[in-house]
């Protein structure tokens, strides 16, 4: 997430793409960075207009005409003067990824959910963008249009995490805005309430010691290539990493979390690790989806 030199963003013309547009605007502003405005049409809707229109019609250019006109529309006021804007009719996903290599785009930035409105989290296209672009992908709350005040990492020290962890201290400074570094840890075993030296509350107290020296000590190695940014380094029990994550952005309200989307997993192809995945499709605020280094 450092300073970026082109970023695309897709919209499909709902109110939470509205505020993925402001976001993407914003930010490319922000950065001096090129901009790109997509908009893609399902070739189904192309088809059932096709079975309406009369033989002969050029259904399909009459559909990107129409789509081109009301994307300039839903972005007037909105995106910078020399903003490009694509209609294209194809399959979402593969279309907008094609779009950002296309535009050496760095971010891709896209509404949580669409037009079938908001859940708790994610939609369906936002899950399949995390899961499969080469490059982070802002997915955007759509009740959060402003700037970011507050974000936040999830840090289980894998290799994953940590590239996390760099792109969140970036984002950080840039919205200049504090980082929390979180942790989600379930306390060791109690030996089925044995009074072993690991039930103990001393041994515990040392267990999560060690945990928040290690935390510590990965925070501060990235912030020197990062510094300037107010990190809280942070411990949060629960039993599910996942969960665990989700109620902490919950409870401090936090505007953007920042993901790997892929950690410490036996996933054998390219996909979300569970953790992240759950944290994508249920979290209620956006998240930056960090991909593993190519």
């Given at each position: 997430m450092e300073h970026l030199t082109s970023v695309?963003?897709?919209v499909d013309l709902s109110d939470c793409s509205k505020c993925a547009l402001e976001q993407a605007s914003r930010i490319a502003k922000r950065d001096g960075a090129a901009l790109s405005l997509l908009h893609v049409i399902e070739p189904r809707v192309v088809d059932d207009l096709e079975q309406m229109m009369p033989k002969g019609s050029d259904v399909r250019k009459g559909a990107l005409d129409g789509a081109r006109r009301e994307l300039e529309k839903f972005g007037a006021g909105i995106v910078p003067p020399k903003t490009k804007l694509d209609v294209v009719v194809g399959d979402p996903l593969e279309t907008i990824l094609a779009k950002a290599k296309e535009a050496n785009?760095?971010?891709?930035v896209i509404g949580a959910f669409g037009v079938t409105g908001a859940g708790r989290g994610a939609g369906s296209l936002a899950l399949k963008m995390a899961r499969k672009s080469p490059i982070p992908v802002l997915l955007v709350d759509g009740r959060h249009a402003a700037d970011f005040h507050s974000?936040?990492?999830g840090i289980d020290f894998s290799e994953q995490s940590a590239r996390a962890l760099f792109a969140?201290?970036?984002?950080?400074?840039?919205?200049?805005?504090?980082?929390?570094?979180?942790?989600?840890?379930?306390?060791?075993?109690?030996?089925?309430?044995?009074?072993?030296?690991q039930a103990s509350p001393t041994y515990q107290r040392q267990f999560q010691a060690a945990l928040k020296q290690r935390l510590e000590a990965l925070v501060a190695e990235q912030r020197k290539l990062v510094p300037d940014v107010k990190v809280a380094c942070e411990l949060f029990e629960h039993t599910s990493h996942g969960q665990g994550l989700i109620d902490y952005a919950t409870g401090k309200k936090i505007d953007v979390v920042v993901l790997g989307t892929l950690g410490r997993s036996n996933l054998k192809?390219?996909?979300?690790?569970?953790?992240?995945?759950?944290?994508?499709?249920?979290?209620?605020?956006?998240?930056?989806?960090?991909?593993?280094?190519?």
């Amino acid at each position: 997430m450092e300073h970026l030199t082109s970023v695309l963003c897709a919209v499909d013309l709902s109110d939470c793409s509205k505020c993925a547009l402001e976001q993407a605007s914003r930010i490319a502003k922000r950065d001096g960075a090129a901009l790109s405005l997509l908009h893609v049409i399902e070739p189904r809707v192309v088809d059932d207009l096709e079975q309406m229109m009369p033989k002969g019609s050029d259904v399909r250019k009459g559909a990107l005409d129409g789509a081109r006109r009301e994307l300039e529309k839903f972005g007037a006021g909105i995106v910078p003067p020399k903003t490009k804007l694509d209609v294209v009719v194809g399959d979402p996903l593969e279309t907008i990824l094609a779009k950002a290599k296309e535009a050496n785009a760095q971010l891709v930035v896209i509404g949580a959910f669409g037009v079938t409105g908001a859940g708790r989290g994610a939609g369906s296209l936002a899950l399949k963008m995390a899961r499969k672009s080469p490059i982070p992908v802002l997915l955007v709350d759509g009740r959060h249009a402003a700037d970011f005040h507050s974000a936040m990492v999830g840090i289980d020290f894998s290799e994953q995490s940590a590239r996390a962890l760099f792109a969140a201290l970036q984002l950080a400074r840039l919205e200049r805005c504090p980082l929390h570094a979180v942790h989600v840890f379930a306390p060791p075993p109690l030996h089925y309430g044995a009074p072993t030296p690991q039930a103990s509350p001393t041994y515990q107290r040392q267990f999560q010691a060690a945990l928040k020296q290690r935390l510590e000590a990965l925070v501060a190695e990235q912030r020197k290539l990062v510094p300037d940014v107010k990190v809280a380094c942070e411990l949060f029990e629960h039993t599910s990493h996942g969960q665990g994550l989700i109620d902490y952005a919950t409870g401090k309200k936090i505007d953007v979390v920042v993901l790997g989307t892929l950690g410490r997993s036996n996933l054998k192809t390219l996909l979300l690790g569970s953790t992240a995945e759950r944290v994508v499709r249920d979290t209620p605020c956006s998240v930056l989806a960090v991909p593993p280094k190519a």
